[in-house]
T-cell receptor, first 116, second 108 residues
């Protein structure tokens, strides 16, 4: 256990489904991140939230919708996905801004998404 | 845009040998970090080196930083089969972006 919990660990969904990924941290961190990891590709930073405010949105398609109700929880809502969206989705948190110069990320174990 | 880019993409060595991986980046940084990922799992932080440091050790890990060349290296000494994983670097600029990583295989 890293202190960052992602659920579900595995998800299979059809292209017309609506599902959500959940991330929870109890480390007292103020920043939370979503990354996408596809086979043989660099980790793609999708969204960043700092103190519940979105600070980064890297041209992610609107079929991915993040939600950060508080500093401990982060969701990624999924709808009308494409097969190429199949990937490992990683959540991370960090004490960004709380300790200057030491923005170390703690990752969850990931949610493996398969879109049929 | 990517900040850390690792080289080589893949590295295969025998147990007991040393493994060296390199990282290049593009802009000035405050610190650089190395992470490890076992297959299909989340990344785990290994070591952080600040821009005013040139070398740092942690157990069998040795990290160097050359800010003039915008590069860093990670050396794993006396490698073990359990070191088999992907290794990533990231800088603190532009929200912790990672490269494709170096896939290290240590053969028993």
């Amino acid at each position: 256990e890293t202190g960052v919990t992602q659920t579900p660990r595995h998800l299979v969904m059809g292209m017309t489904n609506k599902k959500s990924l959940k991330c929870e941290q109890h480390l007292g961190h103020n920043a939370m991140y979503w990354y996408k990891q596809s086979a043989k590709k660099p980790l793609e930073l999708m969204f960043v939230y700092n103190f519940k405010e979105q600070t980064e949105n890297n041209s992610v398609p609107s079929r991915f919708s993040p939600e950060c109700p508080n500093s401990s929880h982060l969701f990624l809502h999924l709808h009308t996905l494409q097969p190429e969206d199949s990937a490992l989705y990683l959540c991370a948190s960090s004490p960004r801004g709380l300790d200057s110069g030491a923005n170390v990320l703690t990752f969850g174990a990931g949610s493996r998404l398969t879109v049929l | 845009s990517q900040q850390g880019e690792e080289d080589p993409q893949a590295l295969s060595i025998q147990e007991g040998e040393n493994a060296t991986m390199n990282c290049s980046y593009k802009t000035s940084i405050n610190n650089l970090q190395w992470y490890r990922q076992n297959s299909g799992r989340g990344l785990v932080h290994l070591i952080l080196i600040r821009s005013n440091e040139r070398e740092k050790h942690s157990g069998r890990l040795r990290v160097t930083l050359d800010t003039s060349k915008k590069s860093s290296s990670l050396l794993i000494t006396a490698s073990r089969a359990a070191d088999t994983a992907s290794y990533f670097c990231a800088t603190d600029v532009n929200d912790m972006r990672f490269g494709a990583g170096t896939r290290l295989t240590v053969k028993p």
